[in-house]
């Protein structure tokens, strides 16, 4: 790895830079086909019932082949995962963690409404919706085109999204990664705002996690 980009991957956060780091060492995996898709989408039945748990861990590093959806979900989430992680979750990895984990577990439980076998997409749209409502009066210059505000970056996401794909469920997925991410913010934003105590286990890391990431109690 050349010294410039590995000093730059080395600044990234160290949860997005592990998330980073095993998408795309599995989807080089599947490219040289040392792994299939098969393998790796999830299925309740396949995780479950077949003792296949690692399905329920890989449904979120798979992208789909290496491809212009590839780079452009991985380049937006590795872009607004590094800035929410450098920002909000500073010193706070596992914060940072227990809400992807959390995340996921939303996701798993809606994942049978729009069959989607991968959900890495819909995660990644998770830090980004929150991004962008902890920032409401960033401008963004989307592709060099268009100016906008951050709440409105991932609904442009999402429909360049479908545009890129042609297909439905590509918007679909993210949606539904929008609507976790929104869970999220209000769960942690404006209900812990509002409301004294609203900051429980949901919200909150366990001690266990924060100890394991050397986080302080």
């Not at 039945?45 to 959806?69: E, H, V």
């Not at 994942?111 to 076998?117: D, G, R």
């Not at 409301?195 to 429980?200: H, T």
Request: net charge neutral; aromatic share 16%.
């Amino acid at each position: 790895m050349p010294v410039g980009l590995e000093a730059w991957f080395n600044q990234v956060p160290p949860v997005t830079r592990a998330w980073i780091s095993l998408c795309v060492v599995l989807s080089l995996a599947v490219q040289c086909q040392l792994v299939t898709p098969l393998q790796l989408y999830f299925s309740f039945k396949a995780a479950f019932s077949n003792g296949q748990p690692w399905r329920i861990i890989t449904t979120f590093l798979y992208f789909g082949p290496i491809s212009l959806d590839f780079v452009f979900h991985l380049f937006f989430f590795m872009r607004y995962s590094r800035m929410l992680e450098d920002s909000n979750y500073a010193h706070k990895r596992a914060e940072y963690l227990w809400l992807l984990i959390s995340s996921s577990f939303m996701l798993l439980l809606l994942s049978p409404l729009v069959t989607m076998p991968f959900l890495s997409s819909s995660l990644a749209f998770v830090p980004i919706y929150l991004w962008s409502r902890r920032h409401p009066d960033t401008q963004i210059s989307l592709f060099g085109l268009v100016t906008i505000t951050a709440p409105y970056l991932p609904l442009a996401l999402v429909c360049f999204s479908w545009l890129l794909n042609g297909s439905w469920r590509a918007a679909a997925a993210d949606l539904m990664g929008c609507a976790v991410g929104h869970v999220c913010w209000f769960t942690r934003d404006v209900w812990a705002r509002e409301m004294s105590g609203a900051n429980g286990f949901w919200n909150e890391a366990p001690e266990g996690l924060k100890r394991l990431l050397g986080d302080p109690l």
